[in-house]
T-cell receptor, first 116, second 110 residues
Framework: DGGITQSPKYLFRKEGQNVTLSCEQN?????MYWYRQDPGQGLRLIYY???????QKGDIAEGYSVSREKKESFPLTVTSAQKNPTAFYLC???????????????FGPGTRLTVT | AQRVTQPEKLLSVFKGAPVELKCNYS??????LFWYVQYSRQRLQLLLR??SRESIKGFTADLNKGETSFHLKKPFAQEEDSAMYYC????????????FGTGTQLKVEL
Protein backbone atom coordinates (compact mmCIF):
# COMPACT_ATOMS: atom_id res chain seq x y z
CA ASP A 1 0.00 0.00 0.00
CA GLY A 2 1.75 3.13 -1.20
CA GLY A 3 1.49 6.62 0.07
CA ILE A 4 2.13 8.67 3.16
CA THR A 5 1.48 7.35 6.62
CA GLN A 6 1.31 9.25 9.86
CA SER A 7 1.19 7.74 13.28
CA PRO A 8 -0.45 7.78 15.64
CA LYS A 9 -3.86 9.07 14.60
CA TYR A 10 -4.53 10.53 18.05
CA LEU A 11 -1.92 11.49 20.61
CA PHE A 12 -2.36 12.79 24.13
CA ARG A 13 0.43 14.33 26.16
CA LYS A 14 0.85 16.28 29.32
CA GLU A 15 2.17 19.81 29.22
CA GLY A 16 5.94 20.01 29.46
CA GLN A 17 6.60 16.79 27.58
CA ASN A 18 8.20 16.56 24.17
CA VAL A 19 6.39 14.41 21.64
CA THR A 20 7.44 13.07 18.23
CA LEU A 21 5.03 12.61 15.35
CA SER A 22 5.91 10.10 12.69
CA CYS A 23 5.67 10.63 8.92
CA GLU A 24 6.75 7.99 6.42
CA GLN A 25 6.38 7.88 2.63
CA ASN A 26 7.17 5.17 0.11
CA UNK A 27 6.56 7.33 -2.95
CA UNK A 28 10.26 8.07 -3.46
CA UNK A 29 9.52 11.78 -3.11
CA UNK A 30 12.36 14.18 -2.51
CA UNK A 31 10.48 16.88 -0.63
CA MET A 32 8.53 16.54 2.61
CA TYR A 33 6.54 19.07 4.61
CA TRP A 34 4.89 19.52 7.99
CA TYR A 35 1.81 21.67 8.41
CA ARG A 36 -0.37 22.59 11.31
CA GLN A 37 -4.11 22.89 10.67
CA ASP A 38 -6.19 24.99 13.05
CA PRO A 39 -9.84 26.00 12.58
CA GLY A 40 -10.09 29.31 10.76
CA GLN A 41 -6.36 29.49 10.09
CA GLY A 42 -5.90 27.05 7.26
CA LEU A 43 -2.63 25.20 6.87
CA ARG A 44 0.52 26.78 8.19
CA LEU A 45 3.95 25.46 7.26
CA ILE A 46 6.12 24.36 10.15
CA TYR A 47 9.20 22.83 8.49
CA TYR A 48 10.07 21.41 5.11
CA UNK A 49 12.85 19.40 3.57
CA UNK A 50 13.80 19.26 -0.08
CA UNK A 51 16.53 16.67 0.26
CA UNK A 52 17.90 14.22 2.79
CA UNK A 53 19.93 15.78 5.61
CA UNK A 54 18.60 19.24 4.86
CA UNK A 55 15.53 21.12 6.07
CA GLN A 56 14.25 24.68 6.37
CA LYS A 57 12.02 26.51 8.80
CA GLY A 58 8.55 27.35 7.66
CA ASP A 59 6.33 30.14 8.91
CA ILE A 60 5.76 28.81 12.43
CA ALA A 61 8.85 26.76 13.32
CA GLU A 62 9.25 27.99 16.90
CA GLY A 63 8.82 25.18 19.39
CA TYR A 64 9.25 22.45 16.79
CA SER A 65 12.18 20.43 15.48
CA VAL A 66 12.64 17.94 12.64
CA SER A 67 15.20 15.58 11.15
CA ARG A 68 15.59 14.08 7.69
CA GLU A 69 18.07 11.24 7.98
CA LYS A 70 16.27 9.07 5.44
CA LYS A 71 14.43 9.99 2.27
CA GLU A 72 11.26 8.23 3.38
CA SER A 73 11.03 9.63 6.89
CA PHE A 74 10.49 13.12 8.29
CA PRO A 75 9.60 13.04 12.02
CA LEU A 76 8.37 16.16 13.79
CA THR A 77 9.08 16.80 17.46
CA VAL A 78 6.76 19.14 19.31
CA THR A 79 8.78 20.48 22.20
CA SER A 80 7.67 21.90 25.50
CA ALA A 81 8.60 25.33 24.14
CA GLN A 82 5.63 25.29 21.76
CA LYS A 83 3.03 27.46 23.48
CA ASN A 84 -0.10 26.06 21.81
CA PRO A 85 0.73 22.52 20.72
CA THR A 86 -2.82 21.16 20.59
CA ALA A 87 -3.64 20.95 16.88
CA PHE A 88 -4.07 18.72 13.86
CA TYR A 89 -0.73 18.03 12.17
CA LEU A 90 -0.43 17.14 8.51
CA CYS A 91 2.58 15.74 6.70
CA UNK A 92 2.98 16.00 2.93
CA UNK A 93 5.46 15.09 0.24
CA UNK A 94 6.11 16.00 -3.37
CA UNK A 95 8.24 14.45 -6.07
CA UNK A 96 9.25 17.82 -7.39
CA UNK A 97 10.70 20.72 -5.51
CA UNK A 98 10.28 23.29 -8.26
CA UNK A 99 7.21 24.73 -9.93
CA UNK A 100 5.75 23.18 -13.04
CA UNK A 101 2.74 21.37 -14.40
CA UNK A 102 3.42 18.27 -12.37
CA UNK A 103 3.90 19.90 -9.00
CA UNK A 104 1.62 18.37 -6.39
CA UNK A 105 1.78 17.77 -2.68
CA UNK A 106 0.41 14.48 -1.37
CA PHE A 107 -0.92 14.53 2.16
CA GLY A 108 -1.00 12.04 4.97
CA PRO A 109 -4.09 11.35 7.11
CA GLY A 110 -2.89 13.58 9.93
CA THR A 111 -2.25 13.27 13.66
CA ARG A 112 -4.42 15.03 16.20
CA LEU A 113 -2.31 16.06 19.17
CA THR A 114 -3.92 17.07 22.44
CA VAL A 115 -1.77 18.51 25.21
CA THR A 116 -3.30 19.04 28.63
CA ALA B 1 5.23 39.00 1.09
CA GLN B 2 3.12 36.29 -0.44
CA ARG B 3 -0.41 35.91 0.83
CA VAL B 4 -3.55 33.97 -0.08
CA THR B 5 -6.94 35.28 0.99
CA GLN B 6 -10.17 33.32 1.05
CA PRO B 7 -12.74 35.77 2.38
CA GLU B 8 -15.53 33.26 3.06
CA LYS B 9 -15.28 30.79 5.94
CA LEU B 10 -18.52 29.12 4.96
CA LEU B 11 -20.49 29.09 1.72
CA SER B 12 -23.88 27.46 1.66
CA VAL B 13 -25.71 26.84 -1.64
CA PHE B 14 -28.59 24.72 -2.83
CA LYS B 15 -28.07 21.72 -5.06
CA GLY B 16 -28.04 22.79 -8.70
CA ALA B 17 -27.05 26.37 -7.92
CA PRO B 18 -23.81 27.89 -9.22
CA VAL B 19 -20.82 27.95 -6.91
CA GLU B 20 -17.97 30.43 -6.72
CA LEU B 21 -15.29 30.11 -4.06
CA LYS B 22 -13.17 33.22 -3.93
CA CYS B 23 -9.40 33.34 -3.75
CA ASN B 24 -7.15 36.38 -4.00
CA TYR B 25 -3.39 36.36 -3.81
CA SER B 26 -0.50 38.69 -3.27
CA UNK B 27 2.81 37.75 -4.85
CA UNK B 28 5.50 39.78 -6.58
CA UNK B 29 6.63 36.98 -8.89
CA UNK B 30 4.85 34.88 -11.48
CA UNK B 31 2.15 33.02 -9.51
CA UNK B 32 1.38 29.34 -9.70
CA LEU B 33 -1.93 28.55 -8.03
CA PHE B 34 -3.78 25.46 -6.90
CA TRP B 35 -7.05 24.41 -5.33
CA TYR B 36 -6.96 21.61 -2.75
CA VAL B 37 -10.03 19.89 -1.34
CA GLN B 38 -10.68 17.95 1.85
CA TYR B 39 -13.82 15.81 1.89
CA SER B 40 -15.15 14.59 5.22
CA ARG B 41 -12.93 11.88 6.71
CA GLN B 42 -10.58 11.98 3.71
CA ARG B 43 -7.12 13.35 3.11
CA LEU B 44 -6.42 16.74 1.69
CA GLN B 45 -5.94 16.31 -2.05
CA LEU B 46 -5.23 18.37 -5.13
CA LEU B 47 -8.33 19.43 -7.04
CA LEU B 48 -6.80 21.45 -9.84
CA ARG B 49 -3.83 23.60 -10.83
CA UNK B 50 -4.09 26.73 -12.93
CA UNK B 51 -1.16 25.84 -15.16
CA SER B 52 -3.02 22.79 -16.49
CA ARG B 53 -6.17 24.76 -17.35
CA GLU B 54 -8.19 21.67 -16.50
CA SER B 55 -11.72 21.00 -15.34
CA ILE B 56 -12.03 18.51 -12.52
CA LYS B 57 -15.40 17.27 -11.23
CA GLY B 58 -16.99 20.16 -13.10
CA PHE B 59 -14.86 22.76 -11.32
CA THR B 60 -12.77 25.34 -13.16
CA ALA B 61 -10.57 28.18 -12.02
CA ASP B 62 -9.09 30.95 -14.11
CA LEU B 63 -6.09 32.95 -13.07
CA ASN B 64 -6.79 36.66 -13.37
CA LYS B 65 -3.51 38.48 -12.92
CA GLY B 66 -5.12 41.90 -13.18
CA GLU B 67 -7.41 41.20 -10.25
CA THR B 68 -4.90 38.82 -8.59
CA SER B 69 -7.65 36.25 -8.27
CA PHE B 70 -8.09 32.53 -8.79
CA HIS B 71 -11.75 31.88 -8.02
CA LEU B 72 -13.10 28.33 -8.16
CA LYS B 73 -16.35 27.90 -10.05
CA LYS B 74 -18.89 25.24 -10.82
CA PRO B 75 -22.14 25.89 -12.70
CA PHE B 76 -24.31 23.37 -10.84
CA ALA B 77 -23.44 22.30 -7.30
CA GLN B 78 -23.84 18.67 -6.27
CA GLU B 79 -24.28 17.29 -2.77
CA GLU B 80 -20.93 15.49 -3.03
CA ASP B 81 -19.17 18.83 -3.52
CA SER B 82 -19.62 19.58 0.17
CA ALA B 83 -16.08 19.84 1.53
CA MET B 84 -13.36 22.19 2.72
CA TYR B 85 -11.58 23.98 -0.10
CA TYR B 86 -8.14 25.57 0.13
CA CYS B 87 -6.50 27.88 -2.35
CA UNK B 88 -2.70 27.65 -2.43
CA UNK B 89 0.13 29.63 -3.99
CA UNK B 90 3.48 28.10 -4.94
CA UNK B 91 6.34 30.51 -4.51
CA UNK B 92 10.09 30.32 -4.70
CA UNK B 93 11.00 33.23 -2.48
CA UNK B 94 12.65 31.84 0.64
CA UNK B 95 12.37 28.29 -0.68
CA UNK B 96 10.01 26.30 -2.90
CA UNK B 97 6.80 25.93 -0.93
CA UNK B 98 3.04 26.42 -0.86
CA UNK B 99 1.19 29.11 1.05
CA PHE B 100 -2.40 28.14 1.81
CA GLY B 101 -5.43 30.30 2.38
CA THR B 102 -7.61 29.84 5.44
CA GLY B 103 -10.09 27.69 3.56
CA THR B 104 -13.78 27.85 2.69
CA GLN B 105 -16.25 25.25 3.87
CA LEU B 106 -18.74 24.56 1.07
CA LYS B 107 -22.09 23.13 2.10
CA VAL B 108 -24.47 22.02 -0.62
CA GLU B 109 -28.01 21.68 0.64
CA LEU B 110 -30.82 19.70 -0.93
Amino acid sequence: DGGITQSPKYLFRKEGQNVTLSCEQNLNHDAMYWYRQDPGQGLRLIYYSQIVNDFQKGDIAEGYSVSREKKESFPLTVTSAQKNPTAFYLCASSIRVTAGDSYEQYFGPGTRLTVT
Amino acid sequence: AQRVTQPEKLLSVFKGAPVELKCNYSYSGSPELFWYVQYSRQRLQLLLRHISRESIKGFTADLNKGETSFHLKKPFAQEEDSAMYYCALFHTGGGNKLTFGTGTQLKVEL
